[in-house]
């Protein structure tokens, strides 16, 4: 079964600085592997995705993430946050890899990280 | 363009009273569709999933029910609420591997 583990469920960094939220997956099949964010009282938006193909995904607002199968990790990063990206981020797996024609299959979320952002 | 409706924003409802909560998808066809509650500090919790009009899966026993009357409508009820229900209740939708789509939420306070 898949598992998702997201270290710190706080993080703060100050205007500027590298912004890294870690994320270690379990999967016993190739993972799909998801970030998302989320403002309060709003819904999840999706920042990047994993399936296929190059390790090093580029998302929206400056975000990128690697994904090192070694390491079974998936850490979110921003080279220099901004006020507007205090929000709660969420780590998400696939739990089956999606079959042709089909939809995929559920996320597993982790517990997610607070980002807090200090001018 | 596919969009996700979600309604109401927010609710407030006594212990005991029932439950109905609505989510619509449109610009897609044949969507998978979930329900997922997050409560404080406890993260997302998937409720309900669907891969069909009719076709319901519950992932953890609870006092609440879902049902897909049709493609694109998702409805997450409760015949009589506890307090335990209190919570922020997303709905969303997927398509092959393009990730999930999440409605707006509903903030539900039971009092």
């Known amino acids: 079964a898949q598992s998702v583990t997201q270290l710190g469920s706080h993080v703060s960094v100050s205007e500027g600085a590298l912004v890294l939220l870690r994320c270690n997956y379990s999967?016993?099949?190739?993972?799909?592997l998801f970030w998302y964010v989320q403002y309060p009282n709003q819904g999840l938006q999706l920042l990047l995705k994993?399936?296929?193909?190059?390790?090093l995904v580029k998302g929206i607002n400056g975000f990128e993430a690697e994904f090192k199968k070694s390491e079974t990790s998936f850490h979110l990063t921003k080279p220099s946050a901004h006020m507007s990206d205090a929000a709660e981020y969420f780590c998400?797996?696939?739990?089956?890899?999606?079959?042709?024609?089909?939809?995929?299959?559920?996320?597993?979320f982790g517990k997610g990280t607070k980002l807090s952002v200090k001018p | 363009s596919q969009t996700i409706h979600q309604w109401p924003a927010t609710l407030v409802q006594p212990v005991g009273s029932p439950l109905s909560l609505e989510c619509t998808v449109e610009?897609?066809?044949?969507?998978?569709l979930y329900w997922y509650r997050q409560a404080a500090g406890r993260g997302l919790q998937l409720l309900f999933y669907?891969?069909?009009?009719?076709?319901i899966s519950s992932e953890v026993p609870q006092n609440l029910s879902a049902s897909r009357p049709q493609d694109r409508q998702f409805i997450l009820s409760s015949k009589k609420l506890l307090l335990s229900d209190s919570g922020f209740y997303l709905c969303?939708?997927?398509?092959?591997?393009?990730?999930?789509?999440f409605g707006s939420g509903t903030r539900l306070t039971v009092v």
């Open positions: 969303a939708w997927s398509l092959h591997n393009s990730g999930y789509t």
């Open positions: 999967s016993s099949v190739p993972p799909y």
């Open positions: 994993y399936t296929t193909g190059a390790t």
């Open positions: 998400a797996v696939s739990d089956r890899a999606p079959i042709r024609g089909g939809s995929q299959g559920n996320l597993i």
């Open positions: 610009g897609t066809s044949n969507p998978n």
């Open positions: 669907s891969v069909g009009i009719g076709q």
